[in-house]
């Protein structure tokens, strides 16, 4: 069957449209800056899949029934059964989103100095492992530093490497292993390779976690491309999934299709206990932590709607459309196309920029001043190093840009049209200006600095 989604519009919302010389204003406010932008001068937001999506009628009419209960909220037993159902943890704690149940989860399980493993940490479950005193390593497979193969699973962890660190020196407090691997690029783990971190983690007695913020999209890619699970259904595959570790963080801003939300899922009955302390201290008791009824029954019904089949297959296949249309246009993208997001890959097209001129950075800018088109960059600005006096010290392995895609709130011509601005700006590559620093702060300076192009 052809690409189509399979929903209709019941509620639409106009975007702006707006003259090159208004975005080119925007753009000089904003200090060149993405995150800096006011939706109002936004015509296609990618800066993110997270707390973006469209609800359905059904989540919206679930809301409408929240149950404001302090404690024993109705809304709370019907959110526990259907993550009970997806996860089958005997204890789930709701959160008001991911980062909540990370710093939770860390501060019960981490002694100070020890090491967390991970296929790769996202930025905030790195930031949590550090306060709470441990040590976050990223030991992702081989395949992953290539960005033009197309292995299937290069979201995969490598085993030896992980083998290694359990029988190392360090000790070792807990294993993480992020599905989809959103800091590596959005590609998928496969079932065999979290079989093997059960097994490894199991042998050496050190506690396994799931970061599931894209549990669905990542037993979505198993579907298709793991031998052996091609007959299970997505919620089937989840479920194995989560039963291969002993808990679960999840952000549910993506894959509940819900705008916040999160929960921390366990199986060990101090764990438990010791969380749920921190969640009555820090988030609220434990049934509501931090959510409101409403929001409870809307994540409810998300987590039914997300695991359709016919849902993840529109999904993948727009993504995946985007990215043959991107790259007929010339422009490389990291191979293969996953789910959530796709990577452009700068420094292959703006070969004019050394890294010091951040050609990810360019590039995004480019897109909005072009087309309205807001995202941002993974290289150099997010990632690199300089010194005190902004010279360029070490550049991101790789110059690229990333297009995340808000679920069920963009059509077919939404995405006709990125790939349209986007191959206009690769016809004449060598235009695009590079950037300079204005002025950044010392820590996390994407989200805040200002930078100026350089006009030749
Ligand atoms: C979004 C995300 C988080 C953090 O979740 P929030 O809901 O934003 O706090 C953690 N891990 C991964 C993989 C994510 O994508």
Redesign the pocket.
Known sequence: MPLMEPYRVKVVEPIPILTRADREAAMARAGYNPFNLRADEITIDLLSD??TGALSAAQQAAGAIGDETYAGSASWFRFREVVDELTGYPHIFPV???????RILFNALLEPGQLCVSNT?????RANVLLAGGKPVDLPCAAAADLDSDHPFKGDIDLDALRAALEGPESVGVVVM??????GGGQPVSMANLTAVRDLCREHGVPFFL????FAENAWLVVQREPGWSDKTPAEVARAAFELADGA??????DAIAH???FLALRDPELAAQCELVLIATEGFRTYGGLAGRDLEMLAQGLREVVDPRYLAARAAATRYLGDLIKAAGVSIVEPAGI?ALYLNAGRLLTHLPPAQYPGHALATELYLAGGIRCAELGTLYLGEEDENGVLLKAAPYELVRLAIPRRVYTQSHLEYVAEVVGEIAKNPERVPGYRMVSAPKLLRHFNCRVEPIRA
């Open positions: 997270s707390g008001h989103q991911g980062r909540a149940a990370e940490h996202f930025d905030t479950t992020t599905i989809t691997n959103n800091g970061d599931a913020a894209r963080v999840a952000s549910l801003k993506k916040i939300g999160g959530h």
